[in-house]
C-alpha cells in the first residue's frame, strides 16, 4: 500500500500542473517589523522603477466593519508604459494587472505574497510579452530580496 | 612564442574552470540556505512556525526519523498547504533535515518500517473514543488547515489530517505508535499510556490509522490544467451602462462597492487616463474575514474585482478565475470558498452583460 501512495504521490508532483501549484505563489518572509517592511517595500519598488498605483488598506476595511486584523495591505504597482502596451495587445491578461504584492504582518515579521506572472503565459502567443512576463517574475524576486 | 603563452594560458584556464565546476558539483548542499529559501516564509527562519507549523519543537523534532522530514519535504500534504518539493534533489532533502536537526539536540530516531499489527475494528472504536475529538471522525484534522490566521494563537499547531495521504506515507507504523505512547509535549497530542491506555489498544489504533490508506483522495480538488486563468463575457451593452450593470450585479450578490476607477489611475498623470477600462471594486468584509482565516496568502484575489474593457465599440467584461487560483494554494478548504466565488463571479457578470 505504501508503494502505492507513494506512486499516486510521485504522479501528482511529476504532473507539471499539479507540480506548478507550488510555483505558483511567491512567498517571502522579512524579519523587518510591518512599517519597516512596507516602507522597504515600496521603496524598492520605486528602485526597480515602477509606480506604486495604490495601497489597500485591507486591515482597515476589515476593522471598520467591527472584525479583529493583523496589518494587512495590498500594494499595486506598474509601470504605465508597459500595462498600456499589454493592456492593449493582451487585454485578457487585465484581470491581472497591475501587478501587486500583499504584504502582512506576522508578529514582529511581514509576510509577503505575489503571483508567480510566469504561469499567465498561457494566455498569450506574443514572445515580447512572455518575456516581459519573466521579467516581471524577475524584478518581483528582487523586490522581496531588498525587503528581506 | 606569443602563440605558445596563450595556448598554455587557455590550458591553464580550462583546468581551472573544470577543478571549479568539479568542486562545486561535488560540494554539499548549504541545508541553511536551502531552508531560507524553501521553508522559512512559512515556517520561520528559526523553524517556530508562521503560516506553517513550528518545525523547532524538541518534542516533535526527537520523535521523527528523518525519513518523515524528508518524504514530508519531497510530497508534502496534499490538500494541506505544505507543498510538494519535486525539484529538490535527495541530497537538497537531506541537507535541509540536517539544518532542521540543528533546532534541536536531542537523538534522531532510527526509522522502524516493521508494521504493527492490531485489530481494526478494536482500533477504530478506541480511535472514536481517544482521537477523533481532536483528529477528526475519518482523521481529517482539527478544523482549519493550521496556518496562522486559522489557528488559535496560543495553540503550536492544530490537530494534522492524518488520513492524509502524504502523512500516511511518511509516517511509519512505529513513528504513529511512538506518538500515542509518548504524545508531543507542547502541542494538545498527550501521552495514551499515561492517560491509560495498553500497549495493545494503542498497536490497535495504530492499524486503524494506517486503514486511511484505503480513502480516496478527494475528487473535488481543483486540477489548474482544467482552469482558464481567467473569466471573460462578452457585454450587449455600451460600457457606461454596462459598469452599473455590475455594479447593480454585485449588490445583488450582498458586497458593498468599495471603488470604482479607470483602470489605469495612480499609474499614469491625473487626466491622461485611459477611460476605456473602468475597474469595478467590491466587498464582502463578512466573507473577507472568512476567508483570511482559511488562508491569510489569498489576498492575490483582493479586493474583488470586475473589469468592463471596451475595444472599438465592443465591451467585455472581465475578471479573474477563483478557481484557477485556488489551485495555486494546495489548499483545500480555500477550494470550496473558491467554488463559492466562482458562483458569485459569474453571476454577476452572466447577470451585468445581459
Given at each position: 500500500?505504501?508503494?502505492?501512495?507513494?506512486?499516486?504521490?510521485?504522479?501528482?508532483?511529476?504532473?507539471?500542473?499539479?507540480?506548478?501549484?507550488?510555483?505558483?505563489?511567491?512567498?517571502?518572509?522579512?524579519?523587518?517589523?510591518?512599517?519597516?517592511?512596507?516602507?522597504?517595500?515600496?521603496?524598492?519598488?520605486?528602485?526597480?522603477?515602477?509606480?506604486?498605483?495604490?495601497?489597500?488598506?485591507?486591515?482597515?476595511?476589515?476593522?471598520?466593519?467591527?472584525?479583529?486584523?493583523?496589518?494587512?495591505?495590498?500594494?499595486?504597482?506598474?509601470?504605465?508604459?508597459?500595462?498600456?502596451?499589454?493592456?492593449?495587445?493582451?487585454?485578457?491578461?487585465?484581470?491581472?494587472?497591475?501587478?501587486?504584492?500583499?504584504?502582512?504582518?506576522?508578529?514582529?515579521?511581514?509576510?509577503?505574497?505575489?503571483?508567480?506572472?510566469?504561469?499567465?503565459?498561457?494566455?498569450?502567443?506574443?514572445?515580447?510579452?512572455?518575456?516581459?512576463?519573466?521579467?516581471?517574475?524577475?524584478?518581483?524576486?528582487?523586490?522581496?530580496?531588498?525587503?528581506? | 612564442?606569443?602563440?605558445?603563452?596563450?595556448?598554455?594560458?587557455?590550458?591553464?584556464?580550462?583546468?581551472?574552470?573544470?577543478?571549479?565546476?568539479?568542486?562545486?558539483?561535488?560540494?554539499?548542499?548549504?541545508?541553511?540556505?536551502?531552508?531560507?529559501?524553501?521553508?522559512?516564509?512559512?515556517?520561520?527562519?528559526?523553524?517556530?512556525?508562521?503560516?506553517?507549523?513550528?518545525?523547532?519543537?524538541?518534542?516533535?523534532?526527537?520523535?521523527?526519523?528523518?525519513?518523515?522530514?524528508?518524504?514530508?519535504?519531497?510530497?508534502?500534504?496534499?490538500?494541506?498547504?505544505?507543498?510538494?518539493?519535486?525539484?529538490?534533489?535527495?541530497?537538497?532533502?537531506?541537507?535541509?533535515?540536517?539544518?532542521?536537526?540543528?533546532?534541536?539536540?536531542?537523538?534522531?530516531?532510527?526509522?522502524?518500517?516493521?508494521?504493527?499489527?492490531?485489530?481494526?475494528?478494536?482500533?477504530?472504536?478506541?480511535?472514536?473514543?481517544?482521537?477523533?475529538?481532536?483528529?477528526?471522525?475519518?482523521?481529517?484534522?482539527?478544523?482549519?488547515?493550521?496556518?496562522?490566521?486559522?489557528?488559535?494563537?496560543?495553540?503550536?499547531?492544530?490537530?494534522?489530517?492524518?488520513?492524509?495521504?502524504?502523512?500516511?506515507?511518511?509516517?511509519?507504523?512505529?513513528?504513529?505508535?511512538?506518538?500515542?505512547?509518548?504524545?508531543?509535549?507542547?502541542?494538545?497530542?498527550?501521552?495514551?499510556?499515561?492517560?491509560?491506555?495498553?500497549?495493545?489498544?494503542?498497536?490497535?489504533?495504530?492499524?486503524?490509522?494506517?486503514?486511511?490508506?484505503?480513502?480516496?483522495?478527494?475528487?473535488?480538488?481543483?486540477?489548474?490544467?482544467?482552469?482558464?486563468?481567467?473569466?471573460?463575457?462578452?457585454?450587449?451593452?455600451?460600457?457606461?451602462?454596462?459598469?452599473?450593470?455590475?455594479?447593480?450585479?454585485?449588490?445583488?450578490?450582498?458586497?458593498?462597492?468599495?471603488?470604482?476607477?479607470?483602470?489605469?489611475?495612480?499609474?499614469?498623470?491625473?487626466?491622461?487616463?485611459?477611460?476605456?477600462?473602468?475597474?469595478?471594486?467590491?466587498?464582502?468584509?463578512?466573507?473577507l474575514n472568512n476567508v483570511l482565516a482559511v488562508d491569510p496568502r489569498v489576498g492575490l484575489f483582493l479586493p474583488c474585482r470586475v473589469t468592463v474593457v471596451e475595444r472599438e465599440g465592443k465591451v467585455q467584461v472581465m475578471s479573474i478565475n477563483p478557481r484557477y487560483l485556488s489551485s495555486m494554494y494546495n489548499n483545500d478548504e480555500l477550494d470550496k470558498f473558491c467554488d463559492e466565488m466562482y458562483a458569485i463571479y459569474t453571476n454577476i457578470i452572466e447577470e451585468a452583460t445581459l
Amino acid at each position: 500500500m505504501k508503494n502505492l501512495l507513494a506512486i499516486i504521490l510521485l504522479v501528482m508532483v511529476a504532473n507539471p500542473g499539479v507540480a506548478s501549484e507550488s510555483e505558483g505563489l511567491i512567498i517571502h518572509r522579512s524579519t523587518q517589523t510591518f512599517p519597516e517592511a512596507m516602507l522597504a517595500l515600496q521603496t524598492s519598488i520605486g528602485e526597480h522603477g515602477y509606480t506604486v498605483s495604490r495601497v489597500q488598506r485591507v486591515d482597515i476595511g476589515l476593522t471598520k466593519s467591527g472584525y479583529k486584523t493583523d496589518k494587512y495591505r495590498i500594494v499595486f504597482f506598474g509601470k504605465s508604459s508597459e500595462i498600456r502596451a499589454v493592456k492593449q495587445s493582451q487585454p485578457q491578461l487585465i484581470p491581472y494587472l497591475p501587478l501587486k504584492i500583499v504584504i502582512f504582518s506576522e508578529n514582529n515579521e511581514t509576510l509577503m505574497v505575489a503571483s508567480n506572472m510566469t504561469q499567465f503565459a498561457v494566455l498569450t502567443q506574443q514572445k515580447d510579452t512572455r518575456v516581459l512576463l519573466e521579467r516581471w517574475n524577475n524584478d518581483i524576486h528582487s523586490i522581496f530580496t531588498d525587503v528581506k | 612564442m606569443s602563440h605558445v603563452f596563450i595556448r598554455t594560458a587557455s590550458i591553464a584556464g580550462l583546468a581551472l574552470a573544470l577543478m571549479m565546476a568539479a568542486l562545486t558539483a561535488n560540494a554539499a548542499p548549504n541545508g541553511r540556505a536551502l531552508y531560507e529559501n524553501n521553508c522559512s516564509s512559512c515556517h520561520g527562519v528559526n523553524g517556530k512556525g508562521g503560516v506553517g507549523v513550528p518545525l523547532s519543537l524538541p518534542s516533535f523534532l526527537n520523535s521523527v526519523p528523518d525519513s518523515y522530514l524528508e518524504k514530508t519535504i519531497r510530497y508534502g500534504r496534499p490538500g494541506r498547504v505544505m507543498p510538494p518539493h519535486p525539484t529538490l534533489s535527495d541530497a537538497q532533502i537531506k541537507a535541509i533535515v540536517s539544518h532542521l536537526r540543528s533546532f534541536s539536540n536531542g537523538k534522531v530516531p532510527a526509522t522502524l518500517e516493521a508494521l504493527v499489527k492490531g485489530d481494526i475494528k478494536r482500533g477504530k472504536k478506541l480511535y472514536a473514543q481517544n482521537c477523533s475529538s481532536c483528529h477528526g471522525a475519518n482523521g481529517e484534522g482539527g478544523q482549519g488547515t493550521g496556518v496562522t490566521f486559522s489557528r488559535p494563537r496560543d495553540l503550536p499547531v492544530i490537530a494534522p489530517a492524518i488520513n492524509n495521504p502524504g502523512f500516511l506515507l511518511a509516517a511509519t507504523d512505529s513513528m504513529i505508535k511512538a506518538t500515542l505512547m509518548n504524545g508531543r509535549e507542547g502541542t494538545p497530542m498527550k501521552s495514551f499510556l499515561k492517560a491509560g491506555l495498553k500497549e495493545k489498544d494503542i498497536d490497535d489504533i495504530v492499524t486503524f490509522v494506517r486503514s486511511f490508506e484505503k480513502i480516496k483522495p478527494s475528487a473535488n480538488r481543483i486540477v489548474k490544467n482544467n482552469e482558464s486563468p481567467v473569466l471573460v463575457y462578452d457585454s450587449q451593452s455600451d460600457l457606461k451602462t454596462t459598469v452599473e450593470n455590475v455594479k447593480n450585479a454585485a449588490k445583488a450578490e450582498n458586497f458593498r462597492i468599495i471603488r470604482v476607477q479607470d483602470f489605469e489611475n495612480g499609474l499614469v498623470k491625473k487626466g491622461t487616463e485611459s477611460n476605456r477600462e473602468v475597474i469595478v471594486y467590491f466587498c464582502n468584509f463578512e466573507t473577507l474575514n472568512n476567508v483570511l482565516a482559511v488562508d491569510p496568502r489569498v489576498g492575490l484575489f483582493l479586493p474583488c474585482r470586475v473589469t468592463v474593457v471596451e475595444r472599438e465599440g465592443k465591451v467585455q467584461v472581465m475578471s479573474i478565475n477563483p478557481r484557477y487560483l485556488s489551485s495555486m494554494y494546495n489548499n483545500d478548504e480555500l477550494d470550496k470558498f473558491c467554488d463559492e466565488m466562482y458562483a458569485i463571479y459569474t453571476n454577476i457578470i452572466e447577470e451585468a452583460t445581459l
